[in-house]
């Protein structure tokens, strides 16, 4: 059964750091270009950073120079590191492969709430 499961939200204060892990189990993700996407209630979700088998990443404009995506192949896991956090990046994060055939099941997800 194929699993993906976030972990490494919390509160933090603008400006703070914090580092998401999403492990993923029942299947080798490591030939598919992942990502990790974010959702607020009542928005769509939105791909934040994505990084290919070869570690080529891209990232949304609103992330560019704050937050790194990496992945760890080994271990069939993936990583975001968020750095100068603002109040707009509150969202639950999902982690998942790009190609839609690709994906398993959608995670929990892990909250993110910026706010002093």
């Known amino acids: 059964q194929v699993q993906l499961v976030e972990s490494g939200g919390g509160l933090v204060q603008p400006g703070g750091s914090l580092r998401l892990s999403c492990a993923a189990s029942g299947r080798n993700f490591s030939m598919n270009t992942m990502a990790w996407y974010r959702q607020v209630p009542g928005n769509q979700r939105e791909l934040v950073a994505k990084?290919?088998?070869?570690?080529?990443?891209n990232y949304t404009d609103s992330v560019k120079g704050r937050f790194t995506i990496s992945r760890d192949n080994a271990k069939n896991t993936i990583y975001l590191q968020m750095n100068s956090l603002k109040p707009e990046d509150t969202a639950v994060y999902y982690c998942n492969a790009v190609t839609l055939r690709l994906r398993g099941p959608w995670g929990q997800g892990t909250l993110v709430t910026v706010s002093s």
């Open positions: 990084i290919t088998s070869a570690g080529t990443t």
